[in-house]
């Protein structure tokens, strides 16, 4: 119909834990489990839940992801209310700021805890939508410290290889520059030489040519 025009309303819920989704804890330490969420039209009344659910080998069927902290979210000029909890769970975000932060930490981690960390988020104003971010933890009992000796060591053979190859390409070019000259001057050598004699051979000649005719 002339002047009706319609327009697609697209809803625009996003969570994210950041670059990467993998954490790694050491032993009985506290780890920070991040996530924001976003979304263009607001929201009110936005329910967060953590899920916990390992992802070790278990026999079917596979357990329901664990929630370990739920929070309920007024509006964007209001900070989480906490619905539940597990006690060793504690919010560290805030959602009155730029970021919506909806950030965990859980302390005293154990090598249990190690696995998948599902951070989801549902906004009433947006039609209920859902979506959900994931994070995995690895629980360690030593942190390694990265050896950068094997590195140095491979850098510093790269670069006197690359300074022996530098040194040679000089050394190979004074080599051949002194042997042109050397060759040039022989060169000068031989051609002088050769004018030399001509020039003799010749004044001989006219000499000789010069002489009377011998008498018959």
Known sequence: LPGLHVFAITFALEVSVGKTNTVMALNNSNVLLPCVFSTCIGFQDLVFTWYFNSTELVADPAPLPLQIYQGKIKNKASEPTVISHNPRVEFVGSTTK?????????NSVEFSDAGKYTCK????????????????LTVVHKMVETDNTVTLIIVGVVGGL?????LFMLIKRV??????????????????????DNTENGLAGSKAEQKAPPKA
Do not use: W
């Open 98 to 106: 730029k970021d919506n932060n909806i950030s965990i930490v859980l």
């Open 121 to 136: 988020v549902k906004n009433p104003r947006e039609k209920n939508a859902e979506t959900n971010a994931t994070i995995f």
């Open 162 to 166: 690359i300074g022996l190859l530098i």
């Open 175 to 196: 080599v051949l520059f002194i042997i042109k000259k050397t060759q040039d001057g022989k060169k000068e050598c031989l051609v002088s030489s050769s004018g030399n």
